[in-house]
């Protein structure tokens, strides 16, 4: 009997690993993904569970195929594209007799050509013998997404969820292959027989929401799913609502609800990145619409915060590694640098959108060009609605200029208009404080802190109390 192979995170890499994870993270950011590549296949065979190091292989090497030429090209000694013949008899005989073994040298193989039935059928086959049962799925739902036509392998994976009782996904993959082959009895009568089972698994457990029986239908996946609630769902309830959207979403990758479900499914997992990537296609698909342009542009944002704060975290344990360093320096720039970009550009679309004034402002006061973001400022406080915090950040853009009276008249407009003690005023005090104390106005100073010091102690995690309470 093989040991199991659990699913791991990033967090429990060993050190070289994660050190090689970061970097090739920072490379997906600069766009090299054919170094990504490299990168991420010597962390997937060292960390055959890593199943998110995987995902992102593949996304990797489809990638750094288009752009090859069809020969393929060599980088680091491993061969980016030139198509693979699939699994040799090699190959499939190390499977049989080592199948730990048999994944590096198939990963290997899936760089040159990512979608391969044959290769993605060999590593299902040494995932499952492993008990690696995320990975297993991945793999056909490869060769799903990738080669529907390929109807054995995928008579293969409804099996594969059946056996796991997952028989709404089960139906999805028998319809698939109706779709592709009218004639395949055997996957109408599952398709049918599965949702049957669907049904009745889900009119005996909780429904996503917590509240209502999910009733299974012969109507769209996606539809059910837009009728259940989004909000206070379970990290296992969301990750079978993002399963069942991406089964959806598979029939029919046209469909902008889909993508926006999808979406929104991987914001609520926090994975970002992917986030980022279906709320973009929701934009494709809905021909224009600014909101989800908005949020595709927020995740990206907050992907990269992700892959800054990784390389933060890292820093702190090796502070001393100059190159972990340079990563993050060069992974900060980048990122301001295409929030900037993003930024011009849907200004240039929205000339009149105060909002969009007021984020390239802060887009251009982040990467220190503090004259750029004066005349965007201003023209963002005609917006009443987000008026007091674009004072304060112009407040603290003309500080960053050195001209403190002018920062002090902004912040000090912002504090009038605000009638409650909340967020944004306790930090228009906290900066009018630090600006008195720059201009060497004592009182106003402590005058200022104390205001704060009174709603709340803790403020600036403690920073507000330390300072009234030393002036005493």
Known sequence: ????????????????????????????????????????????????GFLKARVTLRKCADIALGERSEGGSKFLGITIGGGSKGASSKLKSLAKKDPLASLAEIEKELVKDPHNPELNELLYSSSALLGMNSTAEFALETVRQHAPENTKILHKLAGFYISSQKFAEAAAVYQTIAKNNPSDSAAVKGEKDCMAKASMQASTETSLDGTVNLKMRDDSLRVELEQQSRTGLTQDQLFLRRDQLIASYNENQQDLGTAKSLAETYEQLDNFSDAHSFYSWAYQLSEGDKTLQSKAHEMKSRADQDVILQLETALAADPGNAELLAQLEQTKTLSAQQNLDDYEARVEENPTDGTLRYELGKAYYTAGRFGDAIPHLQQAKNNPAIETKVLLLLGQTFDAKGMTDMAIDQLNTAKAKIPVMDGTKKETLYQLALLHEKAGNKELYIEHLKEVYSADYNYRDGDVARRVESSY
């Open 1 to 48: 009997m093989l040991d199991s192979i659990p699913d791991i995170t990033d967090k429990d890499l060993e050190h070289n690993n994660r050190q090689l994870w970061l970097k090739a993270l920072t490379a997906i950011q600069q766009n090299n993904e054919a170094y990504a590549v490299n990168l991420i296949l010597t962390v997937v065979v060292n960390n055959p």
